[in-house]
């Protein structure tokens, strides 16, 4: 694996050390994420004599948690425009602020309990780098402004260059509610924050086998876990695992990362509000600055692996291609040197959005499908999961994509076949917005 830039520098990390013998618990989570945390700090926060126990095959921050880019946002799946024509604009809307309560929930964890992640709240910027991106975006905009959101409003061309110095910059959708974080430090504070609340967590302890009976039993390479309830917190992972193997797929996005920028460069950039930024293509680029004033940028093309195959963090075509794309966004930057390379799984649903679920009864619960924006998310559903674990009727439980049943994805190879048709649609339809650009070039 070739480790992210937060985790790279982190500094001395101990592991928990892996399960030994035989445990009995109320309630197993399986995956050491933002997801599998949150639901164990929030069940012991709610029930503390319950006993929580995280099993993480790997340590805490190896897979997506510790390897994304750190935005705390409101968009859920892939566009606005998507959600509502799929499911209903009430149900984009219920969606919308399901997403914002997300957001506004991971701002108030760190401020409560001082988690030391580098968490920066600037805002966001979705930027329009061709005619036909701005009225996509402006599309999207109007669409949730209709629907009452507000704390959104539209840029337009010299307003959004004001913000950012890039000669690509058409108009901008700036939204305040955003935070930018250090995903690495956050999942490693939320690790510390769940066994302060009662939970065990245990690392390099894969669950290779589920049996299912009266209660669970877990078995890993050390021990054997029975527990009453579990969840599947294993979200791009869990194809990897017989009862949800056909609800997500994974896709590898990727990421470049430069030396700290010198003053002149950053001035030369702008972006003295340090807003997280993407753009509108559906393979987008997402871009933002790091507290040692890195320039960070990731997406541009993603890596589809076949069967079981977890290994695609590596991609020199797509780096290369971001490389290129960083002094297209940023002419002044040129030479700018990269000091770090890497890539990580998202998890996709066939119908393009988030789901929660039951597995079989209330007894075993999943949530997956976050599609490259779940940060935020992925804390809420952890309390989402707490309250459904719990059997407590809430808002959070009553969203609409609570225990919905998501598209199957098919079987090998016919999930590649479709996989491979979806990308190279995406990809098709960014090229053919893109077009005004290759002709400037």
């Not at 639901?39 to 126990?53: G, I, M, R, S, W």
């Not at 690509?168 to 690790?191: D, I, M, T, Y």
């Not at 890497?342 to 996709?348: A, E, F, L, R, T």
Request: proline share 6%; hydrophobic share 40%; net charge neutral.
């Amino acid at each position: 694996m070739y480790h992210s830039y937060w985790l790279q520098t982190y500094g001395p990390y101990l592991p928990n050390p892996p399960l030994r013998g035989d445990i009995q618990v109320d309630v197993a989570i399986i995956g050491g994420g933002f997801t599998g945390l949150s639901t164990a700090y929030f069940l012991c926060k709610a029930e503390p004599a319950l006993q929580v126990a995280v099993f993480e095959a790997e340590l805490i921050g190896y897979g997506a948690s510790g390897r994304n880019a750190g935005f705390a946002m409101t968009l859920f799946g892939l566009e606005p425009s998507i959600t509502a024509l799929l499911f209903g604009k009430q149900r984009l809307l219920e969606a919308h602020r399901y997403s914002e309560h997300a957001v506004d929930l991971v701002r108030n964890l760190i401020r409560e309990h001082n988690l030391q992640s580098d968490f920066e709240y600037p805002g966001f910027l979705r930027i329009a780098t061709t005619p036909s991106y701005v009225k996509r975006l402006q599309h999207n905009l109007n669409l949730l402004v209709r629907l009452g959101v507000t704390g959104i409003e539209w840029l337009e061309k010299d307003q959004a260059q004001a913000e950012v110095h890039s000669p690509l910059a058409l108009g901008a959708w700036s939204e305040a509610r955003c935070g930018l974080l250090n995903p690495a430090k956050q999942v490693r504070e939320l690790k510390r924050l769940a066994e302060q609340a009662g939970a065990r967590v245990y690392e390099h302890s894969p669950v290779f086998e589920i049996r299912r009976g009266r209660d669970f039993v877990l078995h890993t390479p050390g021990g054997t876990a029975t527990a009453h309830k579990i969840v599947f917190a294993t979200n791009a992972y869990s194809h990897l695992l017989r009862p949800i193997r056909n609800k997500q797929a994974p896709a590898f996005t990727h990421m470049i990362i430069t030396e700290p920028l010198t003053p002149e460069q950053l001035a030369s950039i702008g972006w003295v509000h340090r807003q997280g930024v993407e753009d509108v293509r559906n393979l987008v680029h997402y871009l933002r600055l790091t507290v040692d004033n890195r320039l960070a940028i990731g997406g541009s093309n993603v890596t589809v692996a076949y069967g079981h195959e977890m290994n695609r963090d590596w991609n020199e075509s797509v780096f290369r291609r971001l490389e290129a794309d960083l002094t297209t966004l940023f002419p002044s930057l040129k030479g700018a040197r990269i000091a770090f390379r890497w890539g990580g799984p998202v998890s996709v649903t066939l119908d393009l959005v988030p789901a929660i679920g039951m597995v079989g009864d209330q007894r075993a619960w999943y949530s997956l499908g976050c599609i490259g924006h779940g940060v935020a998310l992925t804390h809420l559903n952890g309390q989402t999961l707490a309250d459904l674990l719990l059997e407590r009727q809430t808002d959070l439980t009553s969203v609409w994509f609570v225990n919905r049943k998501p598209l199957p994805w098919p079987p090998e190879p016919l999930r590649w076949v479709i996989s491979q048709a979806l990308l190279r649609y995406l990809q098709l339809e960014d090229w053919w917005h893109e077009r005004p650009l290759r002709r400037t070039a």
